[in-house]
């Protein structure tokens, strides 16, 4: 394996160890929403000193007319997709929340044809078909009823990965001005901004003061966010994108290999097929075929969070 290929493989690896660290600070009585603001205010700072300490402080300037691309980033797809993702792997697995999570290239191939009335090909229906019934298994659709997620939990993991597709479409317009450098910045800023009001909801905790928080801190907000970004665009600077895509998808799979090593969840033969059409459906996404994606254009080197 080369090293851009190396290099974004250990990113979308670290990307996967998220849930650990959730599950880390979620013992320590922390609530979902309070994890998501530890996670995007400590990205948000790492992000900062990363540009400044790297010579590329020059990356921050932003035009203020522009904050509503880092909104839309930041508040509603970061946000809402971290406390989608974080209450599903409460609530089913982190096996399970990581794969619905992955159902996000379905919803951006529908939203981009609503919004920007880019064509379903029949490549792109499959890969619709074959989401909804990988998603169909793994939800338990198929299987008796003390095999299947809850109503809430499936809504919620679908709910991430339609969080996590917001994020590209906002992305497009960000991208066409500054760097992805700074579109992952200013939307961890911004997800800051509108996450730490409503955790402070829950009232303050002596919890945030214990070293196993800011321990855990670290760990969600720069070992799996900061450090994985850094592997990544780095990865992508010598591999295709559509490829990067693919191998991309090591994350589900090491977000599996924790939630059966670390914590016994149970997987079951459903759930494992439901999560190889899932697989599949991406890997046909990105198969390089003669069809105009004037998304793709723009988003092909959006920085993943």
């Known amino acids: 394996m080369k090293t851009g290929e190396l290099y974004i493989v250990a990113g979308a690896a670290l990307w996967g160890a998220i849930g650990v660290f959730f599950n880390y600070l979620s013992a320590l009585g922390l609530q979902p929403l309070q994890i998501v603001a530890l996670r995007v205010g400590s990205a948000a700072l790492a992000f900062m000193l990363y540009l400044v300490f790297s ?84 939800v338990g659709v198929f299987s008796d009823g003390g095999a299947r997620l809850s109503p809430l939990a499936a809504l919620l993991g679908l709910g991430a990965g339609f969080g996590y597709a917001l994020y590209s479409i906002f992305g497009k317009f960000a991208l066409s001005k500054y760097a992805p450098e700074t579109v992952s910045a200013y939307t ?77 969840e149970p997987l079951g033969f459903a759930k494992i097929s439901g999560m190889a059409l899932v697989f599949a459906a991406i890997l046909l996404l990105n198969l390089k075929l003669p069809t105009k994606n004037p998304l793709k254009k723009t988003t092909e080197n959006l920085p993943k969070i």
């Open 55 to 138: 010579g590329r402080k020059d990356l921050l300037k932003i035009a203020p007319r522009d904050v509503v691309y880092f909104i839309g980033t930041g508040i509603f797809s970061l946000v809402f997709f971290n406390w989608c993702y974080f209450n599903t792997i409460k609530l089913a697995s982190l096996a399970v929340a990581a794969v619905l999570l992955y159902t996000s290239p379905v919803w951006i191939v529908l939203l981009a044809a609503v919004f920007f009335h880019e064509r379903l090909s029949p490549q792109k229906i499959l890969a619709v078909l074959l989401t909804l019934l990988g998603t169909a298994l793994i």
């Open 188 to 264: 961890f800023i911004f997800a800051t901004l509108g996450a730490v009001p409503l955790a402070a909801s829950y009232g303050w905790t002596d919890v945030y003061l214990l070293p196993q928080t800011w321990l855990g801190t670290f760990g969600i907000g720069v070992v799996c966010c900061l450090l994985p970004f850094v592997l990544y665009t780095r990865g992508l600077k010598q591999v295709e994108a559509g490829k990067a895509a693919v191998l991309a998808t090591v994350e589900p799979a090491v977000a599996a290999l924790f939630s059966v090593a670390l914590y016994h």
